[in-house]
Structures are given as structure tokens and as C-alpha cells.
């Protein structure tokens, strides 16, 4: 069974400061997805990272993939109060998505104003 | 605008009743699934189906079935509900070429 660690589980800070947030496995995925869910809403999808140490950069988001296609990284830049959410990370394993990806338990963000 | 829709955004039921839970998607996906969410246990897969009429067994089926009668259509029956599948449900279909899931709003559920 492929896990993804997510760290930290609870992000609590002001607006303006950058954060990052992690996640991490002992497991190689093809791909690894980002999602950011809203309370009362389904997760919605950020970014798909694909080659290892590729960078995505979404406006104040950057998404990193490790080399070894192990681990992930999102960094936010002068957080606001918009970025609050829960932030989730999903790896595809070699069977492809078609059989579910493994998500991360997710970072609770807050951006405080 | 594609759209995954389910039925029920809040039921509340009582201890060993029948539960049915319905999503659509309307963009035409061979594959589907259901997850349920927990504080601290994030997303885990119950169930997911290829095609119509097809399924599999994802991490966590146990007291749940499903029904793929149709390819829009992905129900999931909890066939005797209990207070541990107290939980909020979300369903799923995914994009198969850039494997991109879109998800329903949720459904949770209340066991009492």
C-alpha cells in the first residue's frame, strides 16, 4: 500500500507570510496530484506535477515534484485570506488513476487577517 | 461546465436502515469511485467501477455495495447502516487522460 505523508496536518497563520507544506512517501508515483477543498465542497484540483523536479507555479503557488518522483511540495507567497482551505496531496501509482489515486490526510490551512 | 452531482448533501438515519446514495457526472468518464472522509484519516476509497456493470473493491468496501446500471450513474448502498459510517462521502469521476478526478459536493451522512 502506497501512503503520503502530509505535513503539517494544521496551518494556522497571517496574512502576508509564506508557508510550505509537504508530503511526503517511501513510494514512487507517476504523478502527483494537488487539491484544495473548501468547507461544504468537494476538493478541486490545482495542479498535476509529472517529471521529477519539475516546478509549477500557480500565480502565488509553487508546486514542486521531488527527483525521485517520492515526495512534493506547496509553497505559498504572502498567503491571504482566500488560500484557507484544506490542502490535499494525491499520488497515481503505477496502475494510473483509473483505480483511485492515494491521498494524502491533508493540511488545514488558515490565513488570518 | 462538467458537473458530478450528488443526490443527498445531508441525510440523517438511524441504526440498521438501508442507505442509498446517488451521484451523476455528465462528461461522459468510464470511471467513477467513492471515498468517504474522516477528521485525521483524510480520503480512503470504499469503491470504485470501470464500466458499466463493473466494479471493484477499493481500501475500505466492508458494509458498503455499489451499482453501476448505467455509465453516468454510481450509487452507493450502505445495506445496514451503522453509527461507524457516520461520515461524509464523496464521489468522484476522473478525466482518464490527464487523470484529473472531479469531485461531487458530498453527501454527509448521519448514523444515530
Known amino acids: 500500500t502506497q501512503l503520503l505523508e502530509q505535513s503539517p496536518q494544521f496551518l494556522s497563520i497571517q496574512e502576508g507570510e509564506n508557508l510550505t507544506v509537504y508530503c511526503n512517501s517511501s513510494?514512487?508515483?507517476?504523478?502527483l496530484q494537488w487539491y484544495r477543498q473548501e468547507p461544504g465542497e468537494g476538493p478541486v484540483l490545482l495542479v498535476t506535477?509529472?517529471?521529477?523536479?519539475e516546478v509549477k507555479k500557480l500565480k502565488r503557488l509553487t508546486f514542486q515534484f521531488g527527483d525521485a518522483r517520492k515526495d512534493s511540495s506547496l509553497h505559498i507567497t504572502a498567503a491571504q485570506p482566500g488560500d484557507t482551505g484544506l490542502y490535499l496531496c494525491?499520488?497515481?501509482?503505477?496502475?494510473?488513476?483509473?483505480?483511485?489515486?492515494?491521498f494524502g490526510k491533508g493540511t488545514h490551512l488558515i490565513i488570518q487577517p | 461546465d462538467v458537473k458530478v452531482t450528488q443526490s443527498s448533501r445531508y441525510l440523517v438515519k438511524r441504526t440498521g436502515e438501508k442507505v442509498f446514495l446517488e451521484c451523476v457526472q455528465d462528461?461522459?468518464?468510464?470511471?467513477m469511485f467513492w471515498y468517504r472522509q474522516d477528521p485525521g484519516l483524510g480520503l480512503r476509497l470504499i469503491y470504485f467501477?470501470?464500466?458499466?456493470?463493473?466494479?471493484e473493491k477499493g481500501d475500505i468496501p466492508e458494509g458498503y455495495s455499489v451499482s453501476r446500471e448505467k455509465k453516468e450513474r454510481f450509487s452507493l448502498i450502505l445495506e445496514s447502516a451503522s453509527t461507524n459510517q457516520t461520515s461524509m462521502y464523496l464521489c468522484?469521476?476522473?478525466?482518464?487522460?490527464?487523470?484529473?478526478?472531479?469531485f461531487g459536493e458530498g453527501s454527509r451522512l448521519t448514523v444515530l
Open positions: 494525491a499520488g497515481e501509482g503505477s496502475g494510473g488513476g483509473a483505480d483511485g489515486l492515494t
Open positions: 513510494s514512487v508515483f507517476s504523478s
Open positions: 506535477v509529472v517529471t521529477g523536479g
Open positions: 462528461m461522459d468518464h468510464e470511471n
Open positions: 467501477s470501470y464500466d458499466v456493470k463493473m466494479k
Open positions: 468522484a469521476s476522473i478525466y482518464s487522460l490527464t487523470g484529473e478526478l472531479f
